[in-house]
């Protein structure tokens, strides 16, 4: 039983960790004793909980956000990947034991040495990957560095908190200005240049401080920039700090830390403490507080997968795809985007203010002068539609060593075609290359190559698949799933789905391969099949060139198919063979044998019979460790609902319910047309 917030989007983020009901029917308040209360902290709804578990002769426990919370901020709802549990009080509050505090007080760390080990393996993805507990904040840079004089042997950083900040006053750290903390810093450190890094709400105005920003002395360093505190704190030796846990941060990077308040990692031998907590006589070592704190006390969840997980997994999710969310101090410029993608493009790049996005004409015939005099420069990002060649651009780039990001469709897109102007709620973001040119390496191929794909993500691929194929979607699910029969005697049924033979997989993954081609190459090898052929949609609907003259078709096929949807034409054949489509990866998916004629994505891993092959691809891999990287792992998805950034089941979830809306709409329009008819 919780009473945490009337927020549902704080309610939800809790049930991903505890098994709740949110406290809100007092008619029930029979059914309350020897249940299990929660709060959040020392708010007020931490207070109630402890009033109601006392009245009510019941447990409760405390939670809060772990030190490990999520990618972006939690009042931008980013979702979390930890959180701590607390029966005995909370960690940031020192005048009382918290579990934590018992944990570091009485675990036997010296014997235990999964856990250590795991700890240290930790702290050097933490401090590789520059994790902290928000991770929306550029790195800094060697300009930061250059702007600010910053020498790590003569660099001091003072870290001033916000007011109301509960692990001030809890914390025993009111006897202590911020002013008192700059005096001694600048005594105990002869010959050091001494910073000062502000909150950035601070210094926008929408918290207060217990140093005024106007009125600091002049020998002081004022950091105003809103930056990544890892990467920050490795180019200091000593930090003076009350609670923040910057402080425990700068432990694990290895700098000196002076404590003017009790912090859940003062007392135990590691900081210099200038309040004393008479309970804490330990002497533990920084891995050893790490190992209590962020491991025996937080608990962890994986909100890409939707599974509860742990330390590592969360780290190594997060060192993933904080780059699309990191606030960058760049700008973007765009070539090759269609305009009528202008407004949905911008949902991905959330980490863009939106006068920072800009979309170069397509159809100018100076793009990169166009770039240039919107403010391209060498501090810029670019991005590229799909395979699109911009020499000159692309040389700029090259010259001023600017990353290019190439963005496509995702493999879960959207209910009707791309060609129709539909929006799509995937899209994949590449700095490599991009996937369905087999010319050079992609982001996906090499995650594909690479990653070490954990159980806990190769279940969740698993159960992604089943959803997939029972909810009978696709990329665009533009077809009604509907019973089909063939009548034949011969040994097998062979589907061939036709491609855009203009489309750039066919030129930079099929080497130029026609329909045609493929369909008798497809005969030639099987002349006792009975071959299924079913034409691009975008084709059927007009919106792109590539038809196939049917009559031409059918002296290689049986059987010319439109109208039917992926899973109905699944439900009736024994093998797929393509150039590069889609299709075969999900063919895969129904569990269909697959021949490839180009080097798709999903060709080269030991899945599918191919006819052409690359030495790049050089793994064998399950079919579920195929989907996690590349359903899981590889595309950026968006909630239809919200748009916000979601999980590939979350996205398969709410395009099934759509899917089912827009086939009921289609339904009544026929009868409705059908009985408007009748009566005339």
Not at 573 to 590: A, K, M, P, Q
Request: with cysteine; aromatic share 12%; proline share 3%.
């Amino acid at each position: 039983m919780i009473r945490v917030t009337s927020s549902k989007e704080l309610i939800k983020n809790v049930k991903n960790f505890i098994e709740i009901v949110h406290y809100k029917d007092s008619k029930a308040k029979n059914s309350f004793r020897k249940k299990h209360f929660y709060g959040w902290g020392r708010k007020s709804s931490g207070q109630e909980c402890i009033r109601l578990a006392n009245k009510y002769n019941s447990r409760y426990s405390l939670i809060e956000d772990g030190f490990i919370r999520s990618i972006g901020l939690g009042i931008h709802s980013s979702p979390s990947f930890s959180m701590v549990e607390d029966s005995m009080g909370i960690y940031y509050d020192a005048s009382v034991m918290s579990s934590l505090e018992k944990i570091l007080s009485s675990y036997d760390f010296e014997n235990d040495s999964k856990l250590m080990e795991c700890a240290q393996y930790a702290i050097e993805l933490i401090v590789r990957y520059n994790i902290s507990k928000y991770n929306s904040s550029p790195d800094v840079d060697d300009s930061f560095i250059k702007k600010y004089d910053i020498s790590r042997d003569s660099s001091v950083l003072i870290v001033a908190q916000t007011a109301g900040d509960c692990s001030l006053e809890y914390g025993m750290a009111c006897d202590y200005s911020t002013r008192q903390i700059i005096a001694d810093a600048i005594n105990e450190n002869p010959g050091c240049r001494v910073f000062l890094k502000i909150h950035p709400d601070v210094l926008s105005g929408k918290k207060h401080s217990d140093i005024d920003p106007e009125n600091i002395p002049e020998n002081i360093i004022v950091l105003t920039e809103d930056v990544n505190s890892i990467s920050l704190l490795k180019h200091f030796k000593k930090i003076y700090t009350k609670t923040s846990n910057m402080g425990f941060e700068a432990l694990l990077v290895g700098c000196e830390c002076v404590c003017y308040g009790v912090p859940f990692y003062s007392g135990w031998g590691v900081t210099d403490d200038r309040v004393k907590c008479n309970r804490r006589k330990r002497r533990l070592s920084v891995q050893q507080i790490f190992a209590g704190a962020y491991i025996l006390y937080t608990k962890y969840y994986n909100p890409y997968i939707e599974m509860k997980t742990n330390i590592i997994d969360a780290i190594e999710t997060i060192n993933r795809y904080k780059k699309f969310e990191v606030l960058p101090k760049k700008r973007a410029y765009l070539f090759g985007f269609s305009k009528w993608k202008y407004k949905y493009v911008s949902d991905f790049l959330k980490s863009y203010s939106p006068n920072t996005i800009n979309f170069i004409n397509k159809q100018s015939v100076n793009q990169l002068g166009d770039a240039l005099e919107k403010g391209l420069d060498r501090q810029s990002q670019i991005y590229i539609w799909g395979r699109i060649s911009y020499p000159d651009v692309e040389s700029f780039a090259n010259e001023n060593q600017i990353p290019i990001v190439r963005v496509e469709d995702g493999f879960i897109r959207s209910i009707n075609l791309g060609s129709n102007h539909v929006r799509p709620y995937s899209l994949v973001f590449d700095d490599e290359g991009i996937y369905f040119d087999s010319t050079q390496p992609s982001r996906l191929e090499n995650i594909l190559n690479n990653c070490q794909f954990d159980d806990k993500i190769v279940e969740y691929a698993n159960q992604l698949r089943k959803k997939i194929v029972s909810s009978k979607l696709s990329k665009y699910n533009n077809s009604r799933h509907r019973r089909l029969k063939i009548s034949t005697d011969k040994n097998s049924v062979i589907f061939v789905p036709g491609q855009v033979e203009s489309d750039a997989s066919i030129k930079y993954g099929g080497r130029g391969m026609t329909n045609i081609e493929l369909l008798s190459s497809v005969r030639k090898e099987n002349p006792d099949s009975y071959i299924v052929y079913k034409p691009h949609p975008d084709v059927l609907s007009g919106n792109r060139d590539g038809g196939v003259d049917l009559d031409k078709a059918m002296s290689y096929c049986d059987h010319v198919l439109v109208g039917s949807s992926i899973s109905s034409i699944m439900s009736i054949v024994d093998e797929v063979h393509t150039i590069t489509s889609l299709v075969g990866f999900e063919g895969l998916l129904y569990g269909k044998k697959v021949v490839t004629y180009g080097l798709p994505f999903y060709a080269g891993w030991g899945l599918t019979a191919d006819k052409l092959q690359t030495k790049r691809r050089r793994r064998k891999l399950s079919l579920n460790e195929l989907i996690a990287g590349a359903y899981v792992i590889y595309p950026k998805y968006l909630n239809p609902k919200t748009l916000r950034f979601c999980s590939a089941l979350e996205l398969v979830d709410e395009l099934s319910i759509m899917k089912r809306q827009n086939e009921a709409k289609k339904k009544y329009r026929f009868l409705y047309e059908w009985l408007f008819k009748f009566k005339k």
